[in-house]
């Protein structure tokens, strides 16, 4: 026979087994829960995470595109200015060549109408000078004869 005071005893003890078993089930339920759980949130802070990555690679791709075609942009207009200003540059030569042709042509002209002028007037003065001695000429001539007709 078993004494009463163990039996009880082992009975508290088959009931706190049984209840320790249950809590001891319970727990690991809830850290198999909790694990569960972890997981979930693990998984989903990492989805977050790359999803996170994705978008800034996204708009640093757009950035770098951006920075790209604003190269490319300011390239262009560069070259369109500096093309523009050899243009302009090319046309102000051949502006001040015209120019130094019509000034070399206007000046030619001007020295040939000097001359002419010269010349004319050269012969001007001739013809005057001629004119001149023809007259004192003819006084000579008419003094000469006007005294012979008076007897002088």
């Not at 004494?3 to 049984?18: F, N």
């Not at 994705?54 to 640093?60: H, I, P, W």
């Not at 604003?70 to 001040?96: F, H, I, K, P, Y």
């Not at 002209?109 to 001359?115: D, S």
Request: zero cysteines.
């Amino acid at each position: 026979m078993i004494p009463e005071s163990s039996a009880v005893g082992t009975l508290i003890t088959a009931e706190e087994e049984v209840r320790r078993e249950h809590e001891l089930r319970h727990l690991r339920e809830t850290v198999t829960a909790l694990r569960s759980r972890l997981e979930e949130v693990q998984a989903n802070q990492e989805a977050a995470v790359q999803q996170a990555v994705a978008a800034a690679q996204e708009e640093l791709r757009q950035l770098r595109d951006t920075a790209q075609a604003l190269r490319a942009e300011l390239q262009a207009a560069v070259t369109e200015r500096e093309q523009a200003l050899q243009a302009a540059q090319a046309t102000g030569r051949e502006e001040a060549k015209q120019l130094q042709a019509t000034i070399a042509a206007m000046r030619s002209e001007l020295e040939a109408a000097m001359a002419r002028g010269q010349a004319d007037l050269d012969a001007a003065e001739r013809r005057h000078l001629d004119e001149v001695r023809q007259l004192r000429d003819a006084i000579a001539a008419l003094r000469t004869e006007l005294e012979r007709s008076h007897g002088r």
